[in-house]
């Protein structure tokens, strides 16, 4: 099966200025997630989907970051405006049901640079 | 506030050696345990899972779990130079669907 598809894959951008990332999960998977990795860190959940609903968007700064998932498959993570300390890579990951004790698979990341 | 501690190394061994990973863990009703392998500039990738105490074994790979010391662990047997990566612990509480994450342990792995 496909994997967790993300784009782009690098992005560079000047501080206060707007980015969106999108994501493309695996077929069928209900569950989307949204995780932040600052380097030297593990990831940290932004925010997590179920279908086009939001379970958990507790650690989402919400004041500059928003995310939607229309239709309940592709999402899209938007900040604006960005500051230095957003700089890290943006994981997506899908399950099918989060309620199995499984890990997940992650797509391969936005590498964010705020310059 | 749920911790998961891990060092973050480096770890450096010579190849064919056992290498030992640590991961402890604050939340007493910890219920699923999880080791990642995250190469440089690549997403993490599941490796391991482990739920009950003692050993689990895969391949060269084997997680062990003791709950009562809220201790995990990752031994990799005869390490190869392509084991050289950050090793990722994650920790889910019964109460939740969304596993902790620890910083990571890197792993270099010399000829």
Redesign the interface.
């Given at each position: 099966e496909a994997g967790v598809a993300q784009s782009p894959r690098y992005k560079i951008i000047e501080k206060r200025q707007s980015v969106a990332f999108w994501c493309n999960p695996i077929s069928g998977h209900a569950t989307l997630?949204w995780y932040q990795q600052i380097l030297?860190?593990?990831?940290?959940?932004l925010i997590?989907f179920q279908n086009n609903g939001v379970?958990?968007d507790s650690q989402l700064p919400k004041d500059r970051f928003s995310a939607e998932r229309l239709k309940g498959v592709d999402s899209t993570l938007k900040i604006q405006p960005a500051k230095l300390e957003d700089s890290a890579v943006y994981?997506c990951a899908s399950s099918s049901n989060?309620?199995l004790?499984?890990?997940?698979?992650?797509?391969?990341?936005t590498?964010l640079t705020v310059v | 506030q749920k911790e998961?501690e891990q060092n973050?190394g480096p770890l450096s061994v010579p190849e064919g050696a056992i290498a030992s990973l640590n991961c402890t863990y604050s939340d007493r009703v910890s219920?699923?345990f999880?080791w990642?392998r995250q190469y440089s500039?690549?997403?993490?990738?599941?490796i391991m899972?482990i739920?009950s105490n003692g050993d689990k074994e895969d391949g060269r790979f084997t997680a062990q779990l003791n709950k009562a010391s809220q201790y995990v662990s990752l031994l990799i047997r005869d390490s190869q130079p392509s084991d050289s990566a950050t090793y990722?612990c994650?920790v889910?509480s019964g109460g939740s669907?969304?596993?902790t994450?620890?910083?990571?342990t890197s792993l270099i792995v010399h000829p």
């Open positions: 997630y030297g860190q593990g990831p940290k959940l997590q379970v958990d994981l989060p309620g004790d499984y890990g997940y698979t992650f797509g391969s990341g590498r | 998961v973050s219920q699923s999880f990642y500039g690549k997403s993490p990738e599941l899972s739920y990722l994650a889910k669907y969304i596993p994450f620890g910083r990571g």
